[in-house]
């Protein structure tokens, strides 16, 4: 029997359950993919994905015309669901240690 999601433990932030559209955008150029927005924190977001294969950093639009844009690396899969950190642009100009350092990561934006 799988575990109920409440039995994950504690969230360092609260999530807030959202169900609205959002759009991957999987590389700059590329064309954005519709996505279902589960639910989202302060620190990052659970997204259904269906099918579609999500790379290990890409960008979410919050809306179509793409004014709230945050870019995420995915930190697990299962199934059609996704869940992503939310990156910082001082975590950007740091390159990918900075994500998998935990040090680095609690640090302010």
């Not at 359950?17 to 990052?44: H, M, N």
């Not at 179509?64 to 992503?84: D, K, N, P, Y």
Request: glycine content about 10%; some cysteine; overall charge positive.
């Amino acid at each position: 029997m799988g575990r109920h999601r409440k039995d994950l433990g504690e969230r360092k932030h609260e999530r807030i359950e959202v169900r609205r559209l959002g759009f991957v955008i999987p590389a700059p150029d590329a064309p954005w993919i519709e996505c279902f927005v589960v639910d989202i924190s302060e620190s990052g977001v659970c997204l259904d994905v269906g099918a579609l294969p999500v790379p290990k950093m890409f960008g979410l639009a919050f809306t179509s015309c793409g004014t709230v844009v945050r870019i995420c690396l995915r930190a697990w899969r299962r199934g059609e669901l996704v869940g992503a950190r939310f990156v910082s642009a001082k975590q950007l100009r740091r390159g990918e240690q900075a994500y998998n350092n935990p040090r680095l990561q609690n640090e302010p934006v």
